[in-house]
């Protein structure tokens, strides 16, 4: 330090510092190690017998770090999982987002949520709205519409009827939807192959025989996959058999 410069002091560190120590000593700091204890406070279960007592947890974290960070330390060392854990500065204040600093001393206390108690805290602890039934009914909307979207999805496939005997081979394409069962998928082949309605076969693909009643998206075809037609010798259809 020299005439004329700023000059930062800290009485409990008893330092006096240029600006340009002062900036290395923070960052110092803020990677130092800290303890904190976590309350977690009583609360009841579902069901008799599943409820929380209250207890404290023990945790170090570097000074400067965020919420995520403690949550992490937390799911390491006691095995919570970082999602069910909602903290704050204490019982009446709101809960702390992820990316908020705890801004943290040595042996200050935080408190702490955790699933099965406080629904509302939990959810505010996970960056969601407050109100549970608007939550939980947007999320069902959200998964609704996308299992519709799947489901309705268009995918072409290929049909072939191996040649046999004096028969060429026969291909054609079909476009259908994911939830279209493979009994349909027969029925449109068999149109489009010219073969008669009471002609047996079998659709099968990769090797496999597949079964009637199941959807396509349970096997899990998807466009430009090949399915074979395969007719038993005794079966006899119209034109081409």
Do not use: W
């Not at 949550?71 to 903290?87: I, S």
Request: glycine share 8%.
């Amino acid at each position: 330090l020299t005439a004329g410069m700023a000059r930062h002091s800290c009485k409990a560190c008893n330092y006096h510092l240029c600006s340009e120590c002062a900036t290395t000593r923070s960052r110092e700091m803020l990677n130092e190690e800290i303890s904190l204890t976590i309350y977690r406070a009583s609360q009841p279960g579902l069901l008799p017998g599943m409820g929380q007592e209250e207890d404290t947890l023990e945790v170090r974290v570097p000074r400067g770090a965020t919420v995520a960070i403690l949550k992490q330390n937390l799911a390491e060392l006691y095995g919570l999982p970082a999602f069910v854990q909602a903290l704050r500065r204490d019982v009446d204040s709101p809960f702390m987002t992820d990316s908020e600093q705890l801004c943290c001393d040595d042996g200050d206390v935080l408190c702490l949520t955790t699933m099965g108690g406080g629904l509302d805290g939990l959810l505010s602890g996970l960056g969601l709205p407050s109100d549970p039934g608007k939550s939980i009914f947007d999320a069902l909307i959200a998964a609704t519409n996308r299992v519709s979207e799947a489901l309705n999805a268009e995918h072409t496939l290929v049909v072939v009827l191996p040649a046999r005997g004096g028969r060429t081979e026969r291909r054609c394409k079909l476009v259908v939807v994911a939830s279209a069962r493979v009994q349909e998928v027969l029925e449109m082949a068999k149109l489009e192959l010219d073969l008669e309605d009471d002609v047996q076969a079998q659709v099968e693909f990769a090797g496999e025989v597949l079964p009637l009643y199941l959807p396509l998206h349970v096997l899990g075809l998807q466009s430009g996959d090949t399915l074979l037609l395969r007719i038993p010798e005794t079966t006899t259809g119209r034109s081409s058999l």
